[in-house]
């Protein structure tokens, strides 16, 4: 299964190193350490407070979150948000994060990302690189690892940052990705949350307002029977369905507003 996904495309302080699947375990070892993520006991704590308390309430305007009822507090978990800019990262946190549900959070980011200051930042908060040209066997085994070991992990589907509001088309990635991890491990129930993002701004500055949706979760298991392909593409498009209205409630919502305000 792992070959054929690449041909066509809780709380951990320690290095994740768990045997997995038999034919992962095919895998040469050497790759993990290429993938493999921690979270810092020190670090998320201080981000975490930071984040929530000083620096978000300082920037932004209003912070709405609806649907946090959402959320699973144990279990695997993707978080599947549109990404509309670099403060995604921090406003998932403190709608989703330690706080709310006492869980932290697993972000595959671009490798690019993982440089520098930077990077030693993202990989202390749990972040582990992916290449998204030629994305490595390993990255694939890591995620089934955090997925058996019930971890919360973050994918944006769209790729990358999109300002203009709009829900731009899926990477099938996080499809496969969810159903690789629950054919390996039946009965996992891996569930996949959308959430949308939207600012007041294309470009977030001071006083922005911020709204997060965060919609009802989708079942993995619910598309493992058939041809993979197919229902990675079933997935994707419920996925992207569920997507659209949470943006459209919200859309509709500033249009209402907009239109109150012009009477």
Request: with cysteine.
């Amino acid at each position: 299964m792992i070959k054929s996904y690449f041909a066509s495309t809780n709380r951990h302080s320690q290095t994740t190193n768990v045997p997995v699947n038999p034919h992962l375990n095919s895998v040469r070892r050497p790759l993990m350490a290429q993938s493999t993520s921690r979270v810092s006991p020190w670090l998320i704590p201080v981000a975490y407070f930071l984040g929530r308390y000083i620096v978000l309430p300082s920037f932004f305007g209003h912070i709405k979150v609806t649907g946090r009822e959402n959320i699973p507090t144990s279990g695997p978990v993707i978080l599947a948000p549109t990404h509309r800019s670099r403060w995604d990262s921090l406003v998932l946190p403190y709608a989703t994060g330690r706080c709310v549900t006492g869980r932290d959070m697993r972000f595959m980011v671009t490798s690019n990302e993982c440089q520098g200051l930077q990077g030693w930042f993202v990989l202390r908060m749990g972040g582990f690189p992916v290449n998204t040209q030629r994305p490595a066997i390993a990255t694939l085994r890591h995620t089934v690892e955090l997925m058996q070991q019930g971890e919360m992990l973050v994918i944006y589907p769209e790729g990358g940052i999109h300002r203009d509001g709009l829900l731009h088309p899926l990477k099938a990635g996080i499809a496969r990705l969810a159903m690789t991890s629950e054919s390996s491990y039946p009965g996992l129930g891996i569930k996949i949350i959308p959430i949308s993002i939207q600012y007041s701004e294309p470009y977030p500055h001071w006083g922005t307002d911020v709204n997060i949706h965060i919609g009802e979760p989708i079942q993995a298991a619910d598309y493992i029977n058939g041809n993979l392909k197919l229902e990675a593409k079933r997935l994707t498009a419920d996925l992207t369905h569920k997507l659209k209205q949470l943006s459209h409630q919200e859309s509709k919502k500033c249009d209402r507003i907009f239109a109150e305000i012009q009477n």
